[in-house]
Structures are given as C-alpha cells and as structure tokens.
C-alpha cells in the first residue's frame, strides 16, 4: 500500500513538471556565430568569410538558395560582375559631364548623360546596336565560364585571368586585400551609379552640378 501511494504522487509531480529541453539544441542556439554586418541575426551558414568582402550580410537568405542554376557561386560572379560594370559606368558618367563627350559622340550635348543616352539614341543608333552586341558577347562568354568554373570547381568568381599590371602576383594577404578592396568599392560604384541615374531622370542635371549646387545650398 505504501509503495502504491509513493507511485502515484511521483506521477503526479511529474505531470507538472517543465519539459526538459535538450540539452544539444541549447547549446548550439547560444553558440550560434553572430553576423559581423548584422550582429542581432546569425551568420547564414555558407557565408563563412572565406570570400572577399564577406561579412555575412545576407538577411533575405538568398545565399542558401540552390535551384535553377542558382547558387552561390553563380550570385557571387553576378556581384563582382556588377561591381565593375558600375565602376566603369560612374567613371564614365563623371569624366564626360567634366570633359565632354568623347569623339564620335559630338551629339550628345546634353550634360546629363541619360538625355544624352537619347541623344545618342536618335542621331547614331548604330552605337547602341554595337554596344548591345558587345555585351551580347561578353555576356556569352562570362556564362561560358561560370559555367566551366561551377561545374569543375578550380575558377573562383569573376577570375577572367586578367592582370596586366601584374597586381594578383604578390604575396597572398596582399592580393586579398586587394580582393576585398575590389569588392568594396564596387558595392560604393554600385549605389553611386544608382543615384546618377535617379538623379539624372528626375531633375535633368549633371550628377557633379546636383553635387555642387548641394554643396552650395548647406555652405555655412
């Protein structure tokens, strides 16, 4: 009778007793790695900081996406292909708003260079059409080689094997920084080509006159 009335009332604590929580999910949620850009989320698990310019920066989870052909090697080489492109493009922008328009290009009177787009546009079409089959070309080409790179393993994103000036032939930490210092500045290029062209669209001016006349209006 004893040892019957002892089972039941064990049982019955044991009712409202808390629900132990496993000890292995615990412990891997507290030492989940923090993300260096957003350090209130984790680190998404592929972004480990082997590539340059990582710092875990990806909250819409697209670097886990693997369907379609994309993955993240593909979404790495569209980065850094971007990345240059708006280098160029800002580069570009600025040096015809302060030198003029380059030889050939006489028509495009414009300042701001989307009305010189059109400019250009209805005076000398055939530029247009050449640069689109150039890019038609480059594009081939670059998806020739992510394509070969994806698949084989050996080409790491954006390497096109090109340097004339010899820059990737130094010593190891020295061609990653300048790795780093690529992407870096092509993100910046990004956003900056992004303004000019907003910018461009909506008041009709030159980026660096929009520049100038904001200086002008918060000089103290």
């Known amino acids: 009778m004893k040892l019957a009335i002892a089972t039941t009332l064990l049982t019955s604590a044991a009712a409202f007793a808390p629900a132990a929580i496993p000890t292995t999910a615990a412990v891997s949620s507290l030492n989940a790695e923090a993300s260096k850009s957003l350090p209130f989320m984790n680190r998404p698990t592929l972004l480990d900081g082997s590539m340059a310019g990582d710092v875990g920066f990806d909250p819409l ?3 886990s996406i693997d369907d379609l052909g994309i993955d993240l090697y593909w979404l790495r080489e569209a980065e850094i292909k971007h990345c240059r492109v708006a280098m160029l493009a800002v580069a570009g922008i600025v040096q015809v708003e302060l030198f003029g328009p380059a030889p050939g ?3 495009a009177t414009a300042k701001c260079q989307m009305d010189a787009f059109w400019q250009i546009w209805g ?3 055939q530029y247009i059409a050449f ?3 150039m890019i038609t070309i480059i594009e081939m ?3 020739i080689a992510t394509t070969s790179g994806r698949e084989s393993g050996i080409r790491e994103p954006g390497d096109f094997g090109l340097d004339p000036l010899g820059f990737l032939q130094g010593d190891a930490a020295a061609v990653e ?3 780093a210092q690529e992407v870096a500045n092509g993100r910046l290029a990004m956003w900056a080509a ?3 062209l907003m910018q461009g669209c909506t008041t009709h001016q030159a980026g660096t006159d929009n520049l100038m006349q904001a200086l002008g ?3 103290f």
Do not use: W
Request: net charge neutral.
């Open 61 to 63: 989870g697209l670097s």
């Open 105 to 107: 290009c006489e028509a």
């Open 123 to 125: 005076s000398h079409p």
């Open 131 to 133: 640069a689109l089959i």
């Open 141 to 143: 080409i670059s998806g």
């Open 177 to 179: 920084r300048l790795k």
């Open 194 to 196: 992004a303004g000019l």
């Open 217 to 219: 209006d918060n000089a």
